[in-house]
């Protein structure tokens, strides 16, 4: 026996959690799901003030549900800038970390612990 399952002599790992953040070099950015209105679209208040029509792309809606209050990553449309594709969506455990360590903007920063 070579030993493998014998872990006890390793240190235990720290729990790092990295999170993708908004590439603002592609003009994405964070955003918070207002309502949802059916037909893979929902309402979003981006990180710049502005309440875009979002639509959730088809390889993202088969495999992750959104709901209001969930925190996402936009990317508005060139050629309609209040509308914009959903890129990712984060989990609570995420979110919270995210605005744990202000990496969140003010304006969408619904998710501060009292």
């Not at 006890?8 to 918070?32: D, Y």
């Not at 309609?80 to 605005?99: C, F, G, H, I, M």
Request: charged fraction near 30%; hydrophobic fraction near 35%; proline fraction near 4%.
């Amino acid at each position: 026996m070579r030993g493998d399952d014998d872990v006890s002599n390793e240190e235990p790992e720290e729990a790092i959690t990295r999170v993708i953040l908004p590439n603002k070099k592609k003009g994405e950015m964070f955003g918070v799901v207002e309502k949802l209105s059916g037909a893979s679209h929902l309402s979003v208040m981006c990180e710049d003030g502005f309440t875009r029509t979002a639509r959730i792309p088809g390889k993202m809606k088969k495999r992750m549900w959104i709901k209001e209050g969930d925190l996402v990553i936009v990317k508005p449309w060139q050629f309609q800038n209040e509308k914009a594709d959903v890129v990712y969506r984060y989990t609570q455990t995420q979110a919270n970390y995210l605005s744990r360590n202000n990496m969140l903007p003010e304006v969408i920063n619904i998710f501060k612990q009292a």
